[in-house]
């Protein structure tokens, strides 16, 4: 159960809003514009920065770039749709626009969401095993990881929308429809179990063991009567890095949590106010593709230089894609 709507009655994914005064509609359509240029624009410059400077183009990065893309193709793609109906939901949406919305939004969930679970899973093992971390995990083996997981999210969701029947003829039924999805029982719980409950485990758990190595490493450093202020600056950088990191996975679950509770009830409960929840809530978690650049904003001292940067065309010259040359000039 990737979004809102998820559920074995006909009801309606999104919820029957009343005709707004012509001033609210402006409101609306102006902040969902708001969102929506923040989402394209600040992925896209997480996506420039990474692409272009050689220095940030390390495995982490690229995990990063790889969510940042996810985070673009939401904005581009999925946000238009779904507060197009969100706003509007007296239209009519054919099962094209539908199946577009779902097979689209199905997709880009699950590849933020492991993602986000790869990010922690790297950085655990950065830290545990930092000499076979360095060896092993190259930049093509990265891209392999990363490739895997974009293949696999579209397998597996188009799988699973057509033996749940969301994935209609679409030249024979183009009409009118409630975009709504349907699960069986079943299905409900294996996609739970794969989409949600394994890999948000496998991020707490992750950052409970960095959090507690973090810890480890304070202790004995602080007990170490020779500390020269080299080690302090690396470790104040290193610290610095997993709060960022922690701060991106900790407003990841706040969004994706709430939601995934609600659509994994509306699954079993008839019941209107939750199906409402639901979709509210996904609300939030789309929101979140627009939080990670205004995340990378606040904590990355790389990403606010790469922006300057990229704005004031600096990135045009000579030598550009070294980050510390061009810094210098």
């Not at 539908?98 to 922690?120: K, P």
């Not at 490739?147 to 397998?155: E, F, H, T």
């Not at 809530?281 to 790469?306: E, G």
Request: positive net charge; proline residues 3%.
């Amino acid at each position: 159960m990737n979004l809102s709507g998820v559920h074995q009655e006909e009801t309606c994914v999104f919820p029957c809003l009343r005709t707004s005064t012509t001033a609210v509609d402006v409101l609306l359509y102006v902040s969902v514009a708001v969102v929506e240029t923040l989402t394209v624009c600040g992925n896209l410059l997480v996506i420039i920065s990474i692409c272009h400077f050689k220095q940030l183009q390390t495995p982490t990065h690229f995990f990063l770039l790889s969510l940042a893309m996810a985070d673009f193709l939401v904005g581009v793609i999925v946000m238009p749709l779904y507060f197009t109906m969100l706003i509007a939901p007296q239209r009519c949406f054919t099962t094209v626009y539908c199946t577009i919305f779902h097979v689209v939004a199905f997709y880009l969930t699950f590849v933020s969401i492991y993602n986000v679970t790869l990010i922690a899973i790297d950085r655990y093992v950065a830290i545990c095993n930092p000499f076979q971390y360095s060896m092993k995990m190259t930049l093509n083996v990265t891209l392999r990881i990363i490739s895997i997981v974009w293949l696999s999210s579209l397998i597996y969701n188009m799988v699973l929308l057509y033996f749940n029947g969301n994935i209609p003829d679409l030249k024979e039924n183009i009409t009118c429809v409630e975009c709504a999805v349907h699960f069986n029982e079943i299905l409900a719980i294996v996609d739970c179990l794969i989409v949600f409950i394994v890999p948000c485990l496998t991020i707490i758990i992750m950052y409970l063991k960095i959090f507690f190595i973090a810890k480890n490493h304070a202790n004995k450093i602080r007990c170490a009567q020779k500390c020269t202020k080299v080690n302090n600056a690396t470790v104040t950088s290193e610290r610095k890095a997993a709060k960022a990191l922690g701060v991106l996975v900790a407003v990841f679950l706040i969004c994706l949590v709430p939601f995934y509770i609600c659509a994994f009830l509306a699954a079993y409960i008839s019941n209107k106010a939750i199906h409402i929840a639901a979709s509210n809530l996904s609300t939030v978690f789309f929101l979140n593709s627009a939080l990670n650049p205004i995340i990378y904003a606040l904590f990355y001292q790389w990403f606010q230089r790469c922006v300057k940067l990229i704005l004031t065309y600096r990135i045009f010259r000579a030598g550009s894609s070294d980050l510390n040359v061009l810094a210098t000039k």
